[in-house]
């Protein structure tokens, strides 16, 4: 496998930093994930500017340009002989004597790419729905950078995979309960459907901006279905008809178990059928574009 790291495409196998990379010591870095279809990087524009609003968060200069950035990605996907793949890209504050402040004078950032085959979600996940649980949402305030320092998300997701479930729906607690509402799940966004609403959360500090969950509000503006953008309380979870999952990986999923429990009738609603069927058509439009 052909990975990207500082300047040179090389094996995976060959690829070598420094054990001093602050990446590796603090997690001092940000990362982006694109999904590929026909080879072509899928709203590579959104992922940069999100990748750049990382970068600012933590203080990093970008090392590229935009135009840079595209031509090394693509060139990237021409190293995989997968039509559909999916790009890691990886930057951090680079290598330095271990201090948490800084390197002064300042160093050069690592970065670092690869590329994956893009599984699709299997089709009896799609059928059945997944599972999901709740869990309290202990990551920082800070949850719209996209930061390599994912142990809490690790250990959030684990939770999940204990319990049998594919998700954590995360829930910010409140002094009064009833006050609790829901970010995002350990690795995707979440939406609910109540009484034909799709209810999504506001983008804000506590959640990442999701390049699906843009494209999943769009679709479902141009689709008439209304949308409520809005804090989510998370005793609404329990009685919302829908639950969905968005992530570039995953692209769109049903919710159908939550805290085993049944959502809605336990089946996937007709808003994911829709918005599932509208995303694959999408995304087969714009790949066909010149
Ligand atoms: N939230 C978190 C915490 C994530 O890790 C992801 C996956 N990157 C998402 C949301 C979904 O974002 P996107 O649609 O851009 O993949």
Redo the contacts with the bound molecule.
């Keep these: 496998m052909t990975v990207y790291l500082n300047g040179q495409f090389l094996p995976l196998e060959e690829a070598r930093i420094p054990v001093l990379d602050r990446g590796f010591i603090f997690g001092d870095g940000v990362y982006?994930?694109i999904?590929v279809y026909s080879k072509r990087a899928f709203?590579l524009h959104?992922?940069l500017v999100?990748l750049q609003h990382s970068l600012d968060g933590v203080r990093i200069d970008n090392p590229h340009s935009v135009g840079e950035w595209a031509a090394l990605i693509n060139t990237l996907i021409s190293h995989h002989q997968h039509e559909d793949q999916y790009v890691y890209l990886h930057i951090t504050r680079g290598v330095a004597k271990r201090d948490h402040a800084f390197p002064q004078p300042a160093v050069a950032p690592t970065v670092f790419m690869m590329s994956n085959p893009l599984t699709h979600p299997a089709a009896e996940l799609l059928q059945s729905g997944v599972s999901a649980i709740t869990a309290v949402d202990n990551r920082w305030l800070r949850?719209d950078i996209?930061s390599i320092s994912?142990l809490p998300?690790v250990l959030l997701r684990q939770q999940a995979v204990d319990a049998g479930c594919a998700e954590v729906i995360l829930v910010r607690v409140e002094n009064n309960d009833s006050d609790s509402f829901i970010t995002?799940?350990?690795?995707?966004?979440i939406f609910l459907v109540r009484d034909g609403i799709l209810l999504a959360p506001p983008k804000d500090n506590l959640?990442?901006?999701?390049?699906?969950?843009?494209?999943i509000l769009e679709l479902a503006a141009a689709a008439g279905i209304p949308c409520s953008v809005r804090r989510i309380l998370k005793q609404e979870l329990y009685s919302a008809d829908e639950i969905l999952l968005?992530?570039?990986?995953?692209e769109v999923m049903p919710i159908t178990m939550l805290d085993g429990k049944p959502v809605g009738n336990g089946r996937p609603g007709p808003l994911f059928r829709q918005l599932h069927d509208r995303y694959q058509h999408f995304k087969r439009e714009v790949m066909r574009k010149p």
Excluded at 184 to 189: I, K, L, P, V
Excluded at 207 to 214: A, C, K, V
């Design positions: 982006e994930v999904p709203r959104e992922h999100r949850c996209k994912l998300n995002e799940g350990s690795a995707s966004n959640m990442l901006p999701g390049i699906t969950y843009d494209v968005t992530s570039s990986t995953r």
